[in-house]
T-cell receptor
Framework: GAVVSQHPSRVICKSGTSVKIECRSL??????MFWYRQFPKKSLMLMAT?????????EQGVEKDKFLINHASLTLSTLTVTSAHPEDSSFYIC????????????FGPGTRLTVL | QKEVEQNSGPLSVPEGAIASLNCTYS??????FFWYRQYSGKSPELIMS????GDKEDGRFTAQLNKASQYVSLLIRDSQPSDSATYLC??????????????FGTGTQLKVEL
């Protein structure tokens, strides 16, 4: 099946710093990528939808200035958590879809962010 | 607010038994439904997708959808210890560019006991 990678897998940073997370589709072109966040013992919450070359569409309650999403190519989307605070500590997962008519989302392995 | 509801469990079944996982959803605009399995600390992996009323079988898994009752279920036959995980139900709505915006339930923890 299709492979989606995320980098880094784990990151620990100090409060106030910015962290960039990369999501790559390794063997297909992703027309759409999604970013999710999952807190411990909770379900996945969609943060935003990104299409290559377009501005991301953020879900209600997600601060677009804090969570910057760039989908610069059909194989790469990045999520930057700006001025991170301890409450941003979470498991961030991306997923990618191949083609406009596909329903299958391929999930990346996730990035565990810990903000001290 | 669009919601997907699941019993958090844990649901314990003996090895070889049938595990039955249930899910209800509130958004009648959801067009597709998905069951994902998630092991602790890992990302979800797709088990089944279902779009039409009725049953859909794939190996040991059967998904059932009843749009009138806004109800989705997943049956796992011949449960194995390796099936022990959290099962996430998700409702999807298509977006421009492909794919579905997924609304996930909180998940049901399944434990298959030897």
């Amino acid at each position: 099946g299709a492979v989606v990678s995320q980098h880094p897998s784990r990151v620990i940073c100090k409060s106030g710093t910015s962290v960039k997370i990369e999501c790559r589709s390794l063997d297909f072109q992703a027309t759409t990528m999604f970013w999710y966040r999952q807190f411990p013992k909770k379900s996945l919450m969609l943060m935003a939808t990104s299409n290559e070359g377009s501005k991301a569409t953020y879900e209600q309650g997600v601060e677009k200035d804090k969570f910057l999403i760039n989908h610069a190519s059909l194989t790469l989307s990045t999520l930057t958590v700006t001025s991170a605070h301890p409450e941003d500590s979470s498991f961030y997962i991306c997923s990618a879809v191949s083609g406009s008519y596909s329903d299958t989302q391929y999930f990346g392995p996730g990035t565990r962010l810990t903000v001290l | 607010q669009k919601e997907v509801e699941q019993n958090s469990g844990p649901l314990s079944v003996p090895e070889g038994a049938i595990a039955s996982l249930n899910c209800t959803y509130s958004d009648r605009g959801s067009q597709s439904f998905f069951w994902y399995r998630q092991y602790s600390g890992k990302s979800p992996e797709l088990i089944m997708s279902i779009y039409s009323n009725g049953d859909k079988e794939d190996g040991r898994f059967t998904a059932q959808l009843n749009k009138a009752s806004q109800y989705v279920s997943l049956l796992i036959r011949d449960s194995q210890p390796s099936d022990s995980a959290t099962y996430l139900c998700a409702g999807g709505a298509r977006v421009t560019g492909g794919g579905n915006k997924l609304t996930f339930g909180t998940g049901t923890q399944l434990k298959v006991e030897l």
